[in-house]
């Protein structure tokens, strides 16, 4: 979730307005002082504004639904709309008739949705479908899928350019996230905003850092911000770093010891499937609600032999870790010090 | 020369939108640096964190806010020198941590 603190209610303080891993846009309202337990941000009937997946509440599991089709009505490649999920999301005046609508972003697809306001701040009233937001005469997209978005004056046109950075290969060798800026095209007239194609500020990571972290490789998060009050804009990036730690020169001691330290390791995870697999086994044939009682009974039984298990395996892969380290994913927030002094855009308000 | 108008209009407006596209184009970053907050390092561990600034205490300085993934957020108060203090977590008015993360 990117919190972005934008006066979203109109009544004079910042709130915090997030997507979040539920599917849906959340709301934090402010008094001036603190802010209150986030909300769901409802269209004009009264639902969740969501593209596709979601987190069902009611039965407490993960739904999709094509009330409301991520692509409004525009038929993607082989005529099938993408299946989305909103993580991301954020408050901006996309029409300029003084409301807030959403702009939403689909970790899945790579795709950002506008959700439009027909009410005012004070009391909106969210479209019920969404409709996908171009560059030029193609969808906004990030191949790498969206981790967040950002409104930002980025050229300092007056206008509210997007900021869209990428999730990337989350764990493996693939690419990673990078950030992009998206310019408004438009004028001050123009009642919508329009944009151009996307221009890179962080190019997609091609990983494989050797002995340190180097830069935030996946699921990249930015905030444009002047960081350092020289009169541009810096970019404040977290993410997750994976390098390779330099392999170490073992002794022949240190050797013996890593290959005893597996020996262990594998007798404790044996030991540790078994204490599993005899829970389950006794349990096997039991209704659900008899079954989950059941179960509850057997972990609590054992609890204290699984810690031991657990606990010893923690120590384990410690020491082998130390001897021999392996790919580290790690995240950070990181400063990009904007060098070239020639963005020193505004982002009062809407953030 | 009336007819000429909207042509300057619109090599005026070509200009501008180039040179904004080349200020966008040409921005250089330095080599991305480690932020700390306190003796630690900013967000480091936490699942997808996401940096946002606003001034909380109202001194003039913009404070770090970290949201993450299990929909908590902490932030570090920008002191005078540049540094940042420890994380703290966002709490509502009655003292209980703000949670956006109710799945």
């Known amino acids: 979730m990117s919190p972005q603190f934008v006066d979203f209610n109109g009544d004079g303080n910042l709130d915090i307005v997030a997507g979040i891993f539920d599917g849906s846009p959340h709301v934090a309202l402010g008094d001036g ?21 979601f987190w069902n509440f009611d039965s407490k599991a993960w739904d999709s639904t094509d009330r409301c089709d991520p692509t409004g009505g525009r038929p993607m490649k082989g005529g099938q709309p993408a299946k989305g999920h909103l993580t991301s999301a954020i408050a901006m005046d996309w029409d300029r008739d003084g409301d807030f609508d959403l702009v939403l972003g689909d ?37 790498g899928t969206v981790a967040t978005l950002r409104a930002v004056d980025w050229n300092r046109d007056g206008l509210l350019d997007l900021m869209v950075s990428g999730m990337g290969d989350p764990y493996g060798t693939k690419t990673g996230g ?9 004028t001050a007239d123009d009642k919508i905003a329009k ?44 993410g997750y770093s994976m390098w390779t730690p330099a ?18 390791l594998a007798e404790v995870a044996a030991a540790q499937k078994k204490t599993m697999d005899a829970i389950y086994k006794a ?69 | 020369m009336q007819t000429q108008l909207p042509h300057l209009a619109t090599l005026a407006l070509t ?61 570090a108060l920008r002191q005078a020198d540049g540094t940042f203090s420890s994380e703290m977590k966002l709490k509502d008015a009655k003292g209980k941590v703000l949670d956006f993360g109710n799945w």
Request: charged residues 25%; contains cysteine; positive net charge.
């Open chain 1, 33 to 53: 002082k603190t802010w209150s337990q986030p909300k769901s941000i409802l269209d004009k009937n009264g639902a969740r504004i969501v593209l596709n997946a």
């Open chain 1, 107 to 143: 970790h899945r697809s790579g795709y950002v949705y506008l959700r439009r306001n027909a009410g005012s701040n004070q009391k909106p009233q969210f479209e019920a479908r969404n409709e996908l937001v171009m560059a030029g005469d193609q969808p906004m997209h990030d191949p």
């Open chain 1, 178 to 186: 990078g950030v992009a800026v998206y310019l408004n095209t438009g």
């Open chain 1, 195 to 238: 944009f151009g194609q996307a221009i890179s500020l962080i190019a997609p990571s091609k990983k494989g850092a050797m002995n340190n972290p180097s830069r935030p490789d996946s699921g990249l998060h930015p905030e444009a911000v002047d960081f350092d009050g020289d009169g541009d804009l810096d970019l404040l990036v977290g």
């Open chain 1, 247 to 264: 392999a170490k020169d073992l002794t022949t001691e240190q050797k013996t010891e890593v290959k005893k330290l597996k020996a262990d």
């Open chain 1, 283 to 351: 349990t096997e044939g039991l209704g659900q609600d008899e079954r989950a009682a059941k179960l509850k009974k057997q972990f609590e039984g054992v609890s204290s032999e699984i810690n031991k298990l657990n606990k010893t395996r923690r120590e384990l892969s410690q020491r082998i870790q130390k001897l021999e380290p392996r790919a580290q994913r790690v995240s950070f927030t990181w400063l990009y010090e904007n060098l070239a002094k020639t963005a020193s855009g505004d982002t009062t308000g809407q953030r």
């Open chain 2, 15 to 75: 200009c501008a939108t180039l040179t904004s596209f080349a200020f966008a184009q040409g921005t250089q970053f330095a080599d991305p640096v480690q932020v700390s907050a306190g003796d630690k390092l900013l967000g480091k561990g936490r699942m997808y964190p996401s940096p946002a600034m606003h001034d909380i205490n109202g001194d003039g300085r913009l404070d770090v806010f970290i949201g993450d993934l299990r929909g908590h957020i902490t932030y």
